[in-house]
Nanobody, 116 residues
Framework: EVQLVESGGGLVQPGGSLTLSCAAS????????MTWVRQAPGKALEWVSA????????YYAESIQGRFTISRDNAKNTVYLQMNSLKSEDTAVYYC?????????WGQGTQVTVSS
């Protein structure tokens, strides 16, 4: 069974940090590019970051550039999103997504709330 399970979300104060994890099982993670996507309350899905199959190439949305870092450990079947200098506008459900050609797998999401 294919699974992507996000974890690491929670409540954090503005300026704080969180690291999200996305644990993959049931498929060969190393064959897939991975993305993080988020959805704030009442808003559309927003692409946040992407990483290629071996981690050599990373991409970021302008809104989080310089604050978030995506990484992966294929040996551990896990992808990470390190989030620093968090702002209230980063509050959202964060989803990880595995992509290979037309194949997409999604996790169930993890809530991140940035509030004082």
């Amino acid at each position: 069974e294919v699974q992507l399970v996000e974890s690491g979300g929670g409540l954090v104060q503005p300026g704080g940090s969180l690291t999200l994890s996305c644990a993959a099982s049931g498929f060969a993670l190393e064959e897939y590019a991975m993305t993080w996507v988020r959805q704030a309350p009442g808003k559309a899905l927003e692409w946040v970051s992407a990483i290629n199959w071996n981690g050599d190439s990373t991409y970021y949305a302008e809104s989080i550039q310089g604050r978030f870092t995506i990484s992966r450990d294929n040996a551990k079947n896990t992808v990470y999103l390190q989030m620093n200098s968090l702002k209230s506008e980063d509050t959202a459900v964060y989803y990880c997504n595995a992509v290979k050609w037309t194949v997409n797998f999604w996790g169930q999401g993890t809530q991140v709330t940035v509030s004082s």
